[in-house]
């Protein structure tokens, strides 16, 4: 798959509007999410979706759910 480096951001803060990494000089993280997204379509899709669907998409593992607390 190729995508390419332009990230949705908001004006306003200039930061991506979803995933992105803590250190604002990496970039890994808004980019798999890219590329995960053009796997399934669009950003609107992946908006508030599952996080372990994701790592078994990623992965093609198992995930299951731990309550820590």
């Known amino acids: 798959m190729v995508i390419d480096t332009k990230i ?3 004006s306003a803060s200039k930061e991506p509007l979803y995933a ?3 250190d604002p000089q990496e970039f890994w993280v808004p980019l798999i999410e890219k590329a995960y ?3 399934h379509g669009c950003f609107e899709i ?3 979706g599952d996080m372990g669907e994701g790592m078994v ?3 093609g ?3 299951e759910e731990f ?3």
């Open 57 to 59: 998409d990623l992965s």
């Open 20 to 22: 992105r990494c803590v």
């Open 8 to 10: 949705p951001y908001s």
């Open 46 to 48: 992946l908006n508030g």
């Open 67 to 69: 309550d820590l607390t």
């Open 61 to 63: 593992g198992v995930s």
């Open 37 to 39: 997204a053009k796997l």
